[in-house]
């Protein structure tokens, strides 16, 4: 499947951000400003791992002589940091070519500005050529997003490891100072903050879009920092706490979903996006309360399984956009604008992760179930495509191989289906686009770069 879809973006889109595979063309959008060839980099790691090394060499050469970090144009933060940094800072750390490193620190630098704010939290979107910032139009009174500020941990403790420079971990320690000092609704971090006052902007809370990878990012920075970062540690279990004080639900078919809170007010939907979750829990089950550990578990289970229930209660065994808990529906998309499936990974993430810590068979049947509805489903002549309606027995393609694709669902899936010491949990971590990084190991800190790598 990696070298399908590789293969069709090499031959019709090569150097343009992902392929679209109806027509047979590149596609570049404007999420990442003027740069380019975004399925390039999400892909160098997954070609490298997977042994595909002559593909992963064209990426490299084309890495080497083409990418180009000059560029005007609106870059999201967050896109450009998970996509390109972590992609780069990944290659690197498998394969030890300088080239990933001199990109990945010229990039780093450029995307300082951002947090040039009354409170250094950075705003979402940055012309990587001239330095501005400024934040998304649709994002109520010029917030910034908690998943995007929340979200560039892992990757600028990496950027300060390599260039021996404190200012990006100087930049992520201030976030999270400003977090822990700020008064939170019932212990909950609202999706949108004030980069100018510092204060919430809405009371809209999410484990979805908009506040995923935040809690994500909590856990994994514990883990990354060989479970020296107690801050970390303390905000994340903080937050779960709340979480399922507050979120966590439980439908009258026994389905355990997280619910969003609009101010105190339940919305009982569930995005494709929170199903990370399952896999999130489960990785932090280990290192809470030692009574926990099984609760933690179950509840990653619980959620892994209602994920799933979205895939199979659909014609195409594939998941919606985001599903209901409403007016009689369980684990369904209810909307018309929510039936859709853009070859996303969350839902994989979590089987992989599960898979993992458990042993279970089935995740990987879960799994073998995913490859067959995407192979039937999402495959076309030159590539991989989302679906427009999950529930429809006709599909209808979106012409859009997405990177991510490439990076994480058919990564996740690989690993899913690998042995456990391929990219060990314990020796790495995965930035919320699955490009592994290092963990820091301090008991054995080496001349250079401070780290310990284990060879795959």
Known sequence: MMKFAWDNYKNFAWGKNELRPLTRTGHIGNMFGGLRGASIVDSLDTLYIMGLLDEYNDAKEWVQSSLDLNSNGEASLFEVNIRYVGGLLSAYYLTGEEIFKRKVLDLGEKLLPAFNTPTGIPRGVINLGSGTSWSWGWASAGSSILAEFGTLHLEFVHLSELSNN??????????????NKIEKPHGLYPNFLS??????????????????????????????????????????????????????????????YMAEWRGGILDHKMGHLACFSGGMVGI?????????RQHYLDLAAEITHTCHESYSR??????????????????????????????????????????????????????????????QHCRVEAGFSGIRDVYAQTVSHDNMQQSFFLSETLKYLYLLFSDDDLLSLE??????????????????????????????
Request: with cysteine.
């Open 166 to 179: 404190p200012v990006y971990t100087e930049k992520v320690m201030n976030i999270r100072k400003l977090l």
């Open 314 to 375: 659909s014609a195409t065994k594939l998941g919606p956009e985001a599903f209901r808990f409403d007016g009689g529906a369980e684990a369904t998309a209810t909307r018309l604008s929510d039936r859709y499936y853009i070859l996303r990974p969350e839902v994989i993430e979590s089987y992989m992760y599960m898979w993992r810590l458990t042993h279970d068979p089935k995740y990987r049947e879960w799994g073998w179930e995913a490859v067959e509805a995407l192979e």
């Open 195 to 256: 980069p100018v006052s510092g204060n919430w902007v809405q009371h809209h809370v999410s484990i979805g879009g908009l506040g995923d990878s935040f809690y994500e990012y909590l856990i994994k920075s514990y883990l990354m920092s060989d479970k020296t970062d107690e801050d970390a540690k303390k905000m994340y279990y903080g937050a779960l706490e709340a979480i399922e004080a507050n979120l966590v639900q439980k439908s009258p078919g026994g389905l355990t």
């Open 427 to 456: 020796d790495w971590v995965f930035n919320t686009e699955a490009h592994p990084l290092p963990v820091i190991h301090k008991s054995c800190m080496e001349e250079g770069g401070g780290l310990r790598l284990d060879s795959l």
């Open 284 to 292: 932090g089950a280990d290192d809470g309360a030692p009574e926990k």
